[in-house]
């Protein structure tokens, strides 16, 4: 069976520090992989998503980047955390058109 | 762009009231249609999905018609209960170059007062 794996679970880091959350599927090949973002009291925000190694698309001009290293494994990133950077983080990947999204348990990020 | 608007919330209803969470969607294709539920300090998971015109998708009392004609995939309950309590995401799914992307409305939170 498919799981996916998000860690940390929990973040606290400073502003201006680098961040780096690292997310892997397995039991799958070739998954489209997606990062949201869910700040307090909005909703969930399409940030980027890949359908291969090396193939990023981005949603919304921010602070953040992604990569996808390997075919199963989709890394955010930023170089300089600001404030605004603080929320719920989640990676989900889905397989086909039709199916449903799988997510991992998110990663809380308090910039502080 | 494709799109997924959804009806504010918080929602707040007895139990064994009647729920209706209202969804639209705009689309360049024929997308695939989700309902998801995250439960405090979780992931979402999948409540139900409809994959072409006027399917119905259902799961725990909940239901939602796909309506191509007004574009929208409205989640209903007969009967809410107190464990119903959550944040509820429409969602589609639409064909990218390669591949296939899903986006997600703002979420309507849900309170079931017992």
């Known amino acids: 069976s498919q799981t996916i794996h998000q860690w940390p679970a929990t973040l606290v880091q400073p502003v201006g520090s680098p961040l780096s959350l690292e997310c892997t599927v397995e039991?799958?090949?070739?998954?489209?992989l997606y990062w949201y973002r869910q700040a307090a009291g909005r909703g969930l925000q399409l940030l980027f998503y890949s359908v291969g190694i090396g193939q990023i698309s981005s949603e919304v001009p921010q602070n953040l980047s992604a990569s996808r290293p390997q075919d199963r494994q989709f890394i955010l990133s930023s170089k300089k955390l600001l404030l605004s950077d603080s929320g719920f983080y989640l990676c989900a990947w889905t397989r086909d058109r039709g199916t449903e999204a799988f997510f991992g348990q998110g990663t809380r990020l308090t910039v502080v | 762009g494709d799109s997924v608007t959804q009806m504010e919330g918080p929602v707040t209803l007895s139990e064994e009231a009647f729920l209706t969470i209202n969804c639209t969607y705009t689309a360049t294709g024929y997308p695939s249609l989700f309902w998801y539920v995250q439960y405090p300090g979780e992931g979402l998971q999948l409540l139900l999905k409809?994959?072409?015109?006027?399917d119905k998708g259902s799961n725990k009392g909940f239901e939602a018609t796909y309506r191509k004609e007004t574009t929208s995939f409205h989640l209903e309950k007969g009967s809410v209960q107190v464990s119903d309590s959550a944040v509820y995401f429409c969602a589609l799914s639409e064909v990218e170059t390669g591949g296939f992307k899903t986006i997600f409305g703002a979420g309507t939170r849900l309170f079931v007062k017992a």
């Open positions: 409809a994959t072409k015109a006027d």
């Open positions: 039991g799958t090949s070739n998954p489209n």
